[in-house]
């Protein structure tokens, strides 16, 4: 499990990039330690909703029985995979940038199917 130091430096990366065309983007360490923990603060304000979704989602992956997230050269993706032959695997259309909006994705499309 991520440290919230850690989940903060992912936080504060995400906000330089959608500053970067205002101010010269500083790195996490070179932050004054006053703003390092507000960074750090706002990250442990976020993690339950974090920790509960990432609940549903094991849930549901545990639910489906055979579905497995892979990671492919450019994203990932949901595979079902059918135990006794691989050409029968069903494979989520599309990549993912994160295993998590994979899982989103398929739990989305798969509401959508009921």
Same mark, same amino acid.
């Given at each position: 499990m991520?440290?919230?130091?850690q989940?903060?430096q ?5 906000w ?11 790195p ?7 703003? &390092?923990q507000?960074?750090?603060a706002? *990250?442990?304000v %976020?993690?339950?909703? #974090?920790? $509960?979704?990432d609940? /549903?989602?094991?849930?549901w ?10 990671e492919?050269s450019v ?8 135990g006794?032959?691989?050409?029968r695997?069903?494979? &989520? ?5 994160? *295993?998590r909006e %994979?899982?989103?994705? #398929?739990? $989305?499309a798969a509401k /959508?199917?009921?």
């Amino acid at each position: 499990m991520k440290s919230f130091e850690q989940i903060a430096q992912a936080m504060y990366r995400k906000w330089q990039a959608a500053l970067i065309r205002f101010r010269k983007p500083m790195p996490f360490h070179q932050l004054e330690a006053h703003e &390092q923990q507000a960074w750090i603060a706002a *990250a442990q304000v %976020a993690q339950p909703q #974090a920790d $509960a979704r990432d609940a /549903e989602r094991l849930d549901w992956l545990v639910c489906e029985g055979n579905a497995v997230v892979q990671e492919g050269s450019v994203g990932f993706w949901v595979c079902w995979i059918d135990g006794e032959n691989s050409a029968r695997d069903e494979y &989520q259309l599309g990549e993912y940038p994160t *295993a998590r909006e %994979a899982i989103d994705a #398929a739990i $989305a499309a798969a509401k /959508e199917n009921k």
